[in-house]
């Protein structure tokens, strides 16, 4: 990937930390998105530059159309093009429906859903442009099978996977490709928030019978957005240790 710029949305913790650092290691430049956690994401500024990576911070809220505009002109400025773009940036708000309110409902949706839409549009110019394009939308195997107490972030992620394969299409005949990730349960601050019994249960129901790590996340993600990968697109790829099998 040496000489492709690279765009993680939510890098600075977590799985996008991962994606970031995984990029880096493969030569891409990383253009490091977070929301405000600066202090994380200097830490992944650090970490993609021990691998020889050049590296861009920008703070910027991904719900917000105007953010997200803003984020591909500095990458644009400072980098002069965009080739993969990873839509990890994502939150949850759980709770059963009964209990949920519109405004979790809706700050899920922007976030997980509109966030990526609003980041599709913003590089889409460029890389028709160049007839080049990798973008990995983050999905959640909640989005395929479900998960109790988030309708919010389900509707979300299944709402990323219908928009990552109408999109594929769109732009197949373009030289892009795009396609999702689906993890199952790993080891981030997301899942970090679940009381002990709820990880453990949900721990034994994975036929690996363990969570995943970020790192097992971020190969998928590499490969997707690898110059070889680039007969795939609008696949959804589940790194779930057999979770939604
Ligand atoms: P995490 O540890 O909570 O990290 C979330 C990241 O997203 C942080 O870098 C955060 O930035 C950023 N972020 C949140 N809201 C944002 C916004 N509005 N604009 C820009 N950045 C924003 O989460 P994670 O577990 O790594 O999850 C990453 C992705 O994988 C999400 O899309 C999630 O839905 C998906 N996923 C996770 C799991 C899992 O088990 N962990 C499973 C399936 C799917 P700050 O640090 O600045 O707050």
Redesign the pocket.
């Known amino acids: 990937m040496q000489g492709k710029t690279a765009i993680v ?10 994606v970031a650092a995984a990029l880096a290691k493969q030569g891409a430049n990383v253009v490091i ?6 202090k ?2 200097e830490e992944t500024k650090a970490i993609c530059e021990g691998y020889g990576a050049q590296t861009l911070l920008i ?6 159309a105007e ?1 997200c505009s803003r984020i591909v002109e500095e990458t644009l400025n400072t980098f002069g093009t965009v080739d993969i773009l990873v ?6 708000r759980d709770n059963l429906l009964m209990r949920m309110s519109e405004e979790d409902f809706d700050q899920v949706i ?3 859903l509109k ?1 990526t839409y609003f980041m599709m549009k913003a590089v889409s110019r460029t890389m028709m442009k160049k007839r080049y394009g990798r973008i990995v939308n ?5 989005g395929l099978i479900g998960n109790s107490g988030q309708v919010n ?1 389900a509707a ?2 299944a709402g990323v996977i219908g928009m990552t394969k109408s999109f594929a299409r769109e732009i197949a005949a373009r030289g892009i490709t795009v396609n999702a990730v ?11 928030a679940l009381p002990s019994e709820a990880a453990e249960a949900i721990s034994s129901s994975i036929p690996q019978g363990k ?2 790590t ?1 790192e097992d ?1 971020a190969e998928a993600v590499v490969f997707f957005a690898s110059e070889q990968a680039g007969y795939i697109t609008g696949q959804v790829l589940c790194v779930d240790g057999g979770m939604a099998m």
């Open positions: 949305t939510g890098a600075s913790r977590g799985i996008g930390r991962a998105n977070y929301a405000g956690n600066e994380a994401a703070q910027g809220n991904v719900a917000k953010d839509n990890n940036a994502g939150i949850t922007d976030t997980n966030g983050m999905a959640s195997v909640v972030y979300s992620k689906a993890p199952g349960f790993i080891a981030t601050d997301m899942t970090a969570m995943g970020p996340v």
